[in-house]
């Protein structure tokens, strides 16, 4: 598929001054040093699932082993679809130009612009370190404040790739019902931000600008598709770039995978139910090992389905993913880092962790 052509003046890209190393220590390693993270935790799953082909063998192995290889052996043959159909998301996303989507962002300080900025969230197929860099991209254009909140938060794991496999792991009602609310608290949360800068409470971005996009988004769309050929030889190029990109979606899916079924092996059923189960206790320890575990949010995926179909929490599935990029240090560092004030980065999880528990509590009732 062929990139189209310039429509403007392309967005200057050069990179957030104090923020580049958030990224690289999470998605973007150089090609030149060895991925240990997708290595390791790859060739752990693929030999745990080799043995879960043998699942008669229990009797041979470790019970713990066993039971990571049976809950590896499961989880994959219920995600391979999705990574698959990730793989070709990620290497058509490649050749949409990004000055496309942000540019459908519109005017801050505003519910439209607020909410376009959460749904462009939706396009955008990168983890939540990943999506630093375009937030800090977008707050330099000059978006408001509250419209690179919103951005953030909708971000992480609500990309067309993470919401198949989460289909796969939790079913399609619970993954709308996920979405949906996540679109509900980054709007919100824009909503209070945005106030709060108004108030002067919070110091605005010196940067917004009050100018239309820097894109005609429709003409540009008809544009890529209209210069786009499809013949074997894109497919098989959209299939290696896609390769090549979602490096950094299974590096984490895996770790992920590991981290859920070392947990199944090692913390009883009992136990596990009693530590995260559908109670206030139950969501606060969530709350707790999400702000602990530093997980990029392909990671945290298997984790919350986890805490959905074993636990028989939803509501703690939800609180784990949202509440890991409320509190992730790395987004409230490079916060504090691009506004040059740590008042904008500490107010990140005061106003959404309070959203996030209240729904995750909701939830829990709900599927009581």
């Keep these: 598929m062929a990139p189209i052509k310039p429509v403007v003046t392309q967005i200057d890209e050069k990179p957030c001054a104090n923020a580049q190393p958030a990224a690289p220590d999470c998605c973007n390693l150089p090609n030149s040093k060895p991925d240990y993270l997708l290595i390791v935790s790859g060739t752990i799953v693929l030999l745990c699932y080799l043995i879960g082909l043998f699942s008669d063998a229990s ?15 499961e989880l994959m043959n219920k995600m391979w679809l999705g990574l698959v159909v990730a793989v070709v998301f990620v290497g058509l996303l490649d050749r949409v130009p990004r000055e496309i989507v942000t540019s459908a962002l519109g005017q801050g300080q505003s519910v439209r612009g607020i909410f376009r900025a959460t749904l462009a969230g939706l396009l955008l197929d990168l983890c939540n370190h990943g999506i630093l860099m375009v937030g800090c991209k977008l707050y330099e254009r000059g978006a408001s404040l ?40 980054g709007l919100i ?8 800068v108004v108030r002067g409470s919070l110091p605005d971005n010196p940067a917004r600008l009050t100018q239309g996009p820097a894109v005609a988004v429709l003409p540009a769309l008809k544009k890529l598709y209209g210069e786009a ?22 590096r984490w899916v ?14 009883p059923l009992d ?4 530590l ?35 636990a028989d929490a939803p509501g703690n599935g939800f609180t784990f993913l949202m509440a890991g990029i409320a509190t992730d240090y790395t987004e409230i560092v490079v916060l504090r880092d691009l506004t040059k004030s740590w008042k904008i ?24």
């Design 59 to 73: 009797t041979l192995m470790p019970q713990w082993l066993f039971v990571m290889s049976d809950g590896i052996y």
């Design 146 to 185: 509250g419209q690179v909140i919103a951005f953030l938060i909708a971000s992480p794991w609500n990309s067309l790739s993470l919401t198949i496999i989460l289909v796969a792991l939790i079913g399609l009602p619970w993954t709308i019902v996920y979405i949906v609310l996540s679109l509900v608290i």
């Design 189 to 196: 949360s824009g909503l209070i931000f945005d106030a709060l």
């Design 229 to 250: 050929k499809f013949t074997p030889a894109n497919f098989a190029s959209v299939m290696i770039s896609g390769f090549k990109d979602a490096r950094m979606v299974f």
């Design 254 to 267: 895996f770790f992920g995978l590991v981290v859920a079924t070392a947990i199944r092996a090692f913390l």
């Design 271 to 274: 136990t596990y139910a009693t």
């Design 276 to 310: 995260f189960g559908p109670t206030m206790a139950g969501l606060l320890m969530t709350l707790v090992a999400a702000t602990i575990i530093e997980v990029c949010s392909e990671g945290s995926t298997p984790i919350a389905a986890d805490l959905v179909v074993r």
């Design 345 to 368: 980065a500490l107010f990140l999880p005061l106003v959404c962790v309070p959203q996030v528990l209240v729904l995750g509590w909701l939830l829990n009732q709900f599927a009581a």
